[in-house]
Nanobody, 118 residues
């Protein structure tokens, strides 16, 4: 069982930056792939990107260049650095964990709200 807790959300002006953190419980964190997602009001959940246990990352095209995912396995934490924020980035941001060789994200955090003002 893995528990995930996101933090770092808040209110920021357009053009600003935020770094979200996702702290994980459990001893197997380093072997998990970790994903970031977001959901705006009235919209479906949107995939942002992923970091594998190796540290390799991948992003959906619209997020490339502004968002960066990293991880610190010693701290059982994954990060989402968000730069040049826009009002349309306003959403609840979630992290999720995927087991090695797994096909789905099995564990989800509760989410953290990010609001970008114009």
């Amino acid at each position: 069982q893995v528990q995930l807790v996101e933090s770092g959300g808040g209110l920021v002006q357009a053009g600003g930056s935020l770094r979200l953190s996702c702290a994980a419980s459990g001893r197997s964190f380093a072997s998990y792939s970790m994903g970031w997602f977001r959901q705006a009001p009235g919209a479906e959940r949107e995939y942002i990107g992923k970091i594998w246990s190796s540290g390799t990352t991948a992003y959906t095209d619209s997020m490339k260049g502004r968002f960066t995912i990293s991880r610190d396995n010693a701290k059982n934490t994954v990060y989402l650095q968000m730069n040049s924020l826009k009002p349309e980035d306003t959403a609840v941001y979630y992290c999720a964990a995927q087991k090695p060789m797994g096909s789905q994200y099995e564990y989800w955090g509760q989410g953290t709200q990010v609001t970008v003002s114009s």
